[in-house]
Each structure stands twice: as structure tokens, then as C-alpha cells.
């Protein structure tokens, strides 16, 4: 039992690129989410999904898109990245109003 | 002003001290309330719940008091294994979305 998985671990990416970050969950939970950490800022969310082809904008959500095609996936994309999105991104899961478990995270540095 | 605010510390507290954060929040209706841990470069996970009666988990106490909208967290006889961040989170009362405090870093020192 996995948990919560993220791909990459970490990635170097130009201003301009565009990249993909995938999270994975085999808890077989209905709610997944995408946060951002910056220091001092804490947790923001980026986007959510309530169940498999739903999908929500969460607090920050702006140069971000994300898919849940399958129950187990949510993917966050970014079509154009920019320096202010260096960040560590964390996906999470959950079943219906339960704890969040999260996964290890994505260091994202965008030069 | 911030929805879950935390003094960022660092606190540095020798082996066996106690050690208390407190958090303010700003949404009354907020529903439920957490500590979460996060060590250095890893993903934060849940220490305990919150309850309005306060509540115990070994050596940590957590308390809640909804009138003046502020929740702490009592760390006794600190170990060198407490030293992380602890993050304030408040769940509102639609869905489940958490919302996050910026973390008070422990030091515990031998």
C-alpha cells in the first residue's frame, strides 16, 4: 500500500516550458488535491477534485490546469511556467470529509 | 490578515521541556481543527485533532476555545524527535477544505 505518490521528485524547468506533475492514490479515496508551499505562506490550495471528472479551483489556481480522468490520478499541469510558480507542490487524498493524507511532494524550480 | 495565523518561531527548547503554540483563526464557522507535523523536506501529517472539550494524545495536548477563535498545542517533556514544523489547519464548514497556518518551528536542543 502506497499511499499517496508524486511524479517527479523534483525538476528544473525554463520560463516558457510547460511540464506535467502526477499524483497517484491506491486508498481508493474520492477527493484529491493540489498545494503549493512557499515559505512562510504555508499550504494554499491550487485545485481540487471531488470525484472522478470533477474538478474545482481552489485558492491560487491561476497558471495551473489539473485532470481527473481516473479515480486514482489528478494531474497538475502548467502550460507556460514563470519563475513566481518555484515551488514545492504536495497532492493529497482523501475520503469524504476525513483526513488528508499527503504525498511526498515536487520541488519545482523554474529559472 | 491571514485566516490561520502561528508565530513562525523558531522556539528552542531544551530535551524535556514543555512547550506551547497557539494559532488564531478568523472564520467563525469554522468547523473542525488540527495540528498537523511536517519534518524538514517531507509532506506534513496529521498529529491530532482539536476537540472542543480539549483533548490528549500522550504528551501532547491540544485545546480549542471557539470565542476568542484560537487553538493551542502543550508539547511536554520534549524530545529531540519533536524538533519539526507544526501547522495550525481549520476546515470550514463546506467540503473539506483545510486551510493552513504557516507552521511554528520547533528546535528541541540536548
Known amino acids: 500500500n502506497a499511499g499517496v505518490t508524486q511524479t517527479p521528485k523534483f525538476r528544473v524547468l525554463k520560463t516558457g516550458q510547460s511540464m506535467t506533475l502526477l499524483c497517484a492514490q491506491d486508498?481508493?479515496?474520492?477527493?484529491m488535491y493540489w498545494y503549493r508551499q512557499d515559505p512562510g505562506m504555508g499550504l494554499r490550495l491550487i485545485h481540487y477534485?471531488?470525484?472522478?471528472?470533477?474538478?474545482a479551483k481552489g485558492e491560487v489556481p491561476d497558471g495551473y490546469n489539473v485532470s481527473r480522468l481516473k479515480k486514482q490520478n489528478f494531474l497538475l499541469g502548467l502550460e507556460s511556467a514563470a519563475p513566481s510558480q518555484t515551488s514545492v507542490y504536495f497532492c493529497?487524498?482523501?475520503?469524504?470529509?476525513?483526513?488528508?493524507?499527503f504525498g511526498p511532494g515536487t520541488r519545482l524550480l523554474v529559472l | 490578515r491571514k485566516e490561520v495565523e502561528q508565530d513562525p518561531g523558531p522556539f528552542n527548547v531544551p530535551e524535556g521541556a514543555t512547550v506551547a503554540f497557539n494559532c488564531t483563526y478568523s472564520?467563525?464557522?469554522?468547523?473542525?481543527f488540527f495540528w498537523y507535523r511536517q519534518d524538514c523536506r517531507k509532506e506534513p501529517k496529521l498529529l491530532m485533532s482539536?476537540?472542543?472539550s480539549g483533548n490528549e494524545d500522550g504528551r501532547f495536548t491540544a485545546q480549542l476555545n471557539r470565542a476568542s477563535q484560537y487553538i493551542s498545542l502543550l508539547i511536554r517533556d520534549s524530545k529531540l524527535s519533536d524538533s519539526a514544523t507544526y501547522l495550525c489547519?481549520?476546515?470550514?464548514?463546506?467540503?473539506?477544505?483545510?486551510?493552513f497556518g504557516g507552521g511554528t518551528r520547533l528546535m528541541v536542543k540536548p
Open positions: 472564520n467563525s464557522a469554522s468547523q473542525s
Open positions: 477534485s471531488v470525484g472522478e471528472g470533477t474538478t
Open positions: 489547519v481549520v476546515r470550514g464548514n463546506a467540503g473539506n477544505m483545510l486551510t
Open positions: 493529497a487524498s482523501s475520503a469524504v470529509q476525513e483526513t488528508q493524507y
Open positions: 486508498m481508493n479515496h474520492e477527493y
Open positions: 482539536v476537540y472542543s
